[in-house]
């Protein structure tokens, strides 16, 4: 074990996504296979993302209420809520089940593909997988992923609203007056931002991981279980850095 070794995981996957960038823009587009791809990944993360994000706004909802009414500030958890949803939940709700369903269904494609041969054989054909397979792949999930942000704000401002107002009591006027007090048109484009981010990554690395699949069908079992843990691990740690920077460089509403 030495830093090399450490090292050559994540350097492979990010060389493999300035690849797919380089590839995007210097290349001709397989708009074909995008559109394919995109309806595929919209087709199995759409549900589970409104069903997860309900949720979120709900207890999002009940926390803020809860801390809003010991403090005197009702009128104020709208705000908050919209605030909190739109920042951090939205992007990782989207997120968990991007890399969850999209980014394990292309690990398992990938490692299928390269179990049966069909990577070496485009390679001996001279056609390169990563422009063929991999770049309509990560251009789809990055798309959808900036797609779903609306569907999942949309989602989890109505579970707040509902156990705000219903559940809780609250003022239905103040919930829906108070949503620029402190959200502002900046937290709309830093989560889209993030989405976009967190699809791209879950793509490289579902497609990485499954390019480098080995072992018959038990390694592409491991491949995808490995994409999927790497990929959360990855999407928390820019979210994280994403936020840090955000504070720090963007002025906020309010303050």
């Known amino acids: 074990m030495n830093p090399t070794m450490v090292l050559r995981g994540p350097g492979h996957v990010f060389a493999l996504a300035w690849d797919v960038i380089k590839l995007t823009f210097t290349s001709r587009f397989q708009f074909r296979e995008f559109v394919e791809q995109a309806w595929f ?94 770049v309509p792949r990560a251009a789809a999930t990055l798309v959808v992923s900036v797609l779903m942000i609306a569907i999942v704000i949309t989602a989890g401002i109505a579970g707040g609203y509902f156990f705000t107002v219903i559940v809780q009591g609250g003022s239905a ?54 994409s999927v843990i790497l990929s959360f691990m990855l999407l ?3 979210n994280s850095i994403i936020t840090a920077l955000y504070f720090q460089f963007v002025p906020q509403a309010g303050l």
């Open 236 to 238: 928390f740690l820019i």
């Open 41 to 134: 990944v919209a087709s199995v993360t759409m549900m589970p993302t409104i069903l997860v994000s309900i949720p979120f706004g709900a207890v999002i909802a009940l926390q803020v209420g809860n801390l809003t009414g010991q403090l005197g500030a009702e009128s104020f958890a709208g705000a908050t809520a919209v605030l909190a949803t739109v920042r951090e939940a939205a992007p990782i709700a989207a997120a968990l089940i991007i890399a969850g369903a999209a980014g394990s269904a292309i690990c398992a494609d990938m490692g299928a593909r390269k179990m049966r041969e069909e990577i070496d054989a485009m390679e001996t054909l001279g056609i390169d997988p990563v422009h063929r397979l991999v």
């Open 173 to 226: 006027g103040a919930f829906l007056a108070s949503f620029t007090s402190l959200a502002t048109l900046t937290d709309i484009w830093v989560a889209m931002i993030k989405a976009a981010i967190f699809g791209f990554m879950a793509a490289i690395v579902g497609a990485y991981k499954g390019l480098n699949a080995g072992g018959g069908p038990a390694g592409v079992g491991r491949a995808v279980n490995e």
